[in-house]
Structures are given as C-alpha cells and as structure tokens.
C-alpha cells in the first residue's frame, strides 16, 4: 500500500471522524433542548402542586367555617329550648295566676281588688311572652339563615373538591406521558446506540 493510499485513507477515516462528531453536537444539542423541556414541565407540574396545595387549603378553610356554622346552630337552638321552656312556665305561672284569681273573687271582694293587680301583672307578663315569642321568631329565622348558608358552603366545598380532583387526574395524566416520552427517548438511543 502506497503512502497516497494511506494518506486517503486516513483523510476518509477524519471526514468520519468529523461527521460523528457533527452527529455528536446535533444529538446533545436535541438532549439539552429535550431537557429544557423537561425542566418547564417539571415547573408546571410544581405550579400545579401548588395550587392543588392552595386548594386544600381553601377546603379546610370552607369545612372550618362549616363547622363553627354548626356550632352556632347549635347553640341558637339551644337557646331557642331555654326560651321555649322559659315560655311554658311563664304560661304556667299564668294559669295558676288566673285560678287563683277567679277562687279569690268568689270568696271575698278584697280579693277583687288584689285581682286587677293581678291582672296588671298578667298583662305585664302577656306582653313579656309576646316579646318572646317575636324573639324566638326571629332566632328561628336567623337559623333558617344560617342553615341556607351552611348548604350553600358545602356545595361550594363539594364543586372544590371536584376542581381539586380533576387537576390532579390531568397532572398524573401529563405526568405519565412525560415518564413514556423519556421512557421511550431513552430507549431509543439506547438503540441507537447499539
């Protein structure tokens, strides 16, 4: 073999080198651009956590208010009982008040006079009870109230929760799709590689 034979050769054998070389940059350049890709989609997944996270939050938030809106219920129905009880024995008082009255004045005309004292206290005492009763009216309407926006926060807590969960599906879903395309790159030049 002549010099010139080896001279070409070896000038052939550096175009190769220089053309896998080329092919060299071209594939880690198509790496760094695929792993910039990479990168965005691993922020926009954090993002995604994020607002999932903000989410949550804001559930708990809901389900706290809910239950101090329970507990307000409660405690207005509780003293919607008190009343209710203080009113049977206003009205107890009342009857016997009256019994007593109509024995009295058959009995002795000093009585009939203790009677329109008497009278004036169960007066008194109606008026006391018709106070009450537009009192526990209105309780009885502002629990009305807050049972209507109690319902309404736990809609609003139900349609959250299924935001929450349908962000999550397309995050796990985008995320697998991400997992077999560098699944699927990997493999690929492997192949290549090989």
Do not use: P, Y
Request: hydrophobic share 40%; no cysteine.
């Amino acid at each position: 073999m002549s010099v010139e034979d080896r001279v070409l050769r070896l000038e052939n054998a550096f175009a190769t080198l220089s053309e896998l070389a080329a092919r060299s940059e071209s594939r880690t350049d198509t790496l760094s651009e695929l792993a910039g890709r990479l990168e965005s989609r691993t922020n926009t997944l954090s993002e995604l956590a994020s607002r999932s996270e903000t989410r949550t939050d804001t559930l708990s938030e809901l389900v706290a208010r809910s239950e101090s809106r329970t507990d307000t219920l409660l405690e207005l129905a509780a003293r919607s009982e008190t009343r209710t009880d203080t009113l049977a024995q206003l009205t107890n008082t009342l009857v016997q008040l009256a019994v007593s009255a109509s024995e009295r004045a058959d009995t002795h005309e000093s009585w009939i006079n203790s009677l329109g004292s008497q009278a004036d206290e169960l007066a008194a005492a109606q008026v006391g009870l018709t106070t009450h009763q537009a009192a526990f009216g209105a309780h009885q309407a502002e629990l009305s109230a807050h049972q209507a926006e109690l319902s309404v926060a736990q809609v609003e807590l139900a349609k959250a929760q299924e935001r929450t969960e349908a962000a999550l599906a397309e995050t796990n879903e985008r995320l697998n799709n991400l997992i077999d395309v560098v699944e699927r790159f990997i493999s690929e030049r492997r192949s290549d590689g090989s």
